[in-house]
Structures are given as structure tokens and as C-alpha cells.
């Protein structure tokens, strides 16, 4: 980062900060003037355009943009590309534990960089470590032996081994239910499918909104709650869609709404966990695109097929 970086005050006017300036000519190249409060700390961020065509007399804090994306100074080169990338700014300030403001780090970092990736493979190493990987391409990293490969990718595969046999061992817990109702069963591909494609969706989200952020516990409740919301809707109209076909099919309707709760709770479940999962792993410093789906799809196996069952015994008896 260059700490060099010029600091507007936030209790100046806008034609105060514009005197300034042209009293004290910035030594650094300029994209976007930052501005500080107390101590150094960054309050907002003002775009040349808006400086430029903003009253005189306006105040910097009404003219600022407040709570801009900042860097952490502890953050990586990967976690700077990857903001960059997904918020298209020219320029990140970067701040401490108490956000002072203590350097910028602008977008020539990267396109000096990219300059020098002369082939394929050089650009394909690049997007690894941004976490893009290039269509056409079967491994991420063409000379990684089978061997290798096997040993990164099995220990997050063998969650799924667990949670498969896990859900069989459940299903044979409930025999005597299956046995009663042996049309039960004939509903698990779906029932399953459904949850672990909303677990997919909410993984996929999650980890795009966590590249190169750290996860905000403050606004978890409220993720929490809207994604339990939307799990629930689009639960009930898969449940209600799946309940009505086992009705007209069956003629059973204890079957029909076993199936409508069982795919509503399910899926607003894993709904849930494919948020909380994600958070969890970056929390504990893994990369959750690489083992978020499958501990996500584990457990969303094993919670269905618990909510499902349960239910349909209940219901039975």
C-alpha cells in the first residue's frame, strides 16, 4: 500500500478542503479524496466529481459517501483482488483495529501484475488464488499428480460418506414406519434433492459475499432471519407442489402433508445451514468454498431425513 495518501477532515467545508488543497498540491496520484474524523479515523470517502461540483459552503460529511469498503491492514494481496473484483473501485483505503485511515492501495497493484502473465499457465495460477477457475480446465493445477489430488479433495468427500450412512442408519431406525408405509420411501430422492439444491444456492451466495471480507457477526441475526424466511417460501411451494402429486397419485393424505412439512422444514433448514456453515469455516480459517459443500450436504441429509420421518410417523400414529 502507498501511506502516503492525502486526508480530508470531516468538519471542513467543501470549500475549505478545495483552498486546502490547492494550498498543500498532493504529491500521490488521486482517485478518490478520503476523509477522516477524530483521531484519524475513516468517516466516509469523497469521489473527485462530487468534490469538484459540490457547493462551496457544503459540509464534507453531507458531501461524503459514509461507511466506504475499506481494507484491513492484516488483509492479504488475494482478499485486496478480490474486493477489487467484486466492487469495481479504483482504489481501497486500507485501515488498522480502530479503522484509522493508514494507506491506500489502488488498482495499478494488479494491472502491473497482470502484465507479466505472458501464458496460460501464469493466468491460470493468478485465478486460482482469486478463486476463479477457467472454463475447459478438469484440475486446478494441470501438473497436480492423481495422488494429490485425491489427497486434497477425499477428506471433504468423506463427509458425504458420513452423512450418507448416517441418513441410511436413520431411515433404518423408522423401519416400522417405512414398513406401514412403504409409499414413504418412494418420495426420499426428492425430498432430498430439494434441500441439498437450496443448501447449494445459500453456499454459492454465502461464499461469493464473503470474498475478501471477514464475516460481520452484528448482522448474522438478521441474515439468519431472512434466510430462514426465504427457505420457508420456497419450502412450502416445493412441499405443496410434491404434496399435491402424492394426493392425486396416492389418494394418501397423511403421506401428502408428511411430504409438504417435511420439504418446508427441510429446506428452510438447510436454507440456515448453507449461511452458517460458510461463516463458521472462514471463522476457523478454511476455505469454504472448497469444504462448505460438502459439510453443508451432509448435515442437510441427515436433518431432513430426521424432520421427514419424524413427521410421518407422527402423523401415521
Same mark, same amino acid.
Given at each position: 500500500m502507498r501511506r502516503e495518501c492525502t486526508r480530508l477532515r470531516a468538519d471542513q467545508t467543501v470549500g475549505a478542503?478545495?483552498?486546502?488543497?490547492?494550498a498543500n498540491p498532493p504529491s500521490e496520484r488521486i482517485v478518490y479524496f478520503y476523509v =477522516? $474524523? +477524530?483521531? %484519524?479515523?475513516?468517516? $466516509?470517502v469523497v469521489p473527485t466529481r462530487r468534490l469538484l461540483l459540490?457547493?462551496?459552503?457544503?459540509?464534507?460529511? #453531507?458531501?461524503? !459517501? *459514509?461507511?466506504?469498503v475499506a481494507l484491513p491492514e492484516g488483509a492479504t494481496v488475494r482478499e485486496a483482488c478480490e474486493l477489487f473484483l467484486q466492487h469495481r473501485f479504483l482504489a481501497l483505503p486500507v485501515v488498522d483495529a480502530e479503522r484509522r485511515l493508514v494507506g491506500v492501495v489502488d488498482v495499478e497493484l494488479y494491472t502491473e $501484475?497482470? #502484465?507479466?502473465?505472458?501464458?496460460?499457465?501464469?493466468?491460470?495460477?493468478? @485465478? /486460482?488464488?482469486? +478463486? !476463479?477457475?477457467?472454463a475447459g480446465h478438469a484440475h486446478a493445477d494441470p501438473g497436480q499428480s492423481p495422488l494429490t489430488a485425491f489427497r486434497r479433495r477425499f477428506p471433504w468427500l468423506s463427509c458425504n460418506l458420513v452423512g450418507g450412512l448416517l441418513a441410511a442408519f436413520l431411515a433404518g431406525a423408522f423401519e416400522d414406519t417405512l414398513a406401514r408405509t412403504a409409499s414413504l420411501a418412494l418420495f @426420499?430422492?426428492? !425430498?432430498?434433492?430439494?434441500? #441439498?439444491? =437450496?443448501?447449494? /444456492?445459500?453456499v454459492s451466495l454465502t461464499v461469493h459475499l464473503l470474498q475478501g471480507q471477514r464475516p460481520n457477526w452484528k448482522e448474522l441475526? $438478521?441474515?439468519?432471519?431472512?434466510?430462514? =424466511?426465504? %427457505?420457508l417460501l420456497l419450502g412450502s411451494a416445493c412441499g405443496l407442489a410434491v404434496g399435491l402429486v402424492a394426493l392425486a397419485w396416492l389418494g394418501l393424505p397423511r403421506v401428502a402433508v408428511a411430504l409438504l412439512g417435511g420439504i418446508a422444514g427441510g429446506v428452510a433448514?438447510?436454507?440456515?445451514? %448453507?449461511?452458517? =456453515?460458510?461463516?463458521?469455516? *472462514?471463522?476457523l480459517r478454511l476455505d469454504p468454498r472448497v469444504a462448505a459443500g460438502p459439510v453443508v450436504l451432509a448435515g442437510v441429509d441427515v436433518v431432513t431425513i430426521l424432520l421427514y420421518l419424524n413427521l410421518a410417523r407422527w402423523l401415521l400414529d
Open positions: 478542503a478545495l483552498e486546502w488543497l490547492q =477522516v $474524523g +477524530g483521531e %484519524g479515523r475513516l468517516e $466516509g459540490a457547493r462551496p459552503d457544503c459540509p464534507l460529511a #453531507e458531501a461524503m !459517501v *459514509r461507511q466506504p $501484475g497482470l #502484465e507479466n502473465l505472458s501464458d496460460d499457465r501464469q493466468r491460470n495460477e493468478l @485465478f /486460482q488464488r482469486i +478463486g !476463479v477457475r477457467v @426420499f430422492p426428492v !425430498v432430498l434433492n430439494l434441500a #441439498e439444491s =437450496v443448501s447449494s /444456492q445459500s441475526p $438478521g441474515q439468519l432471519r431472512r434466510e430462514l =424466511v426465504t %427457505g433448514l438447510s436454507a440456515v445451514l %448453507g449461511l452458517t =456453515v460458510p461463516l463458521v469455516l *472462514r471463522l
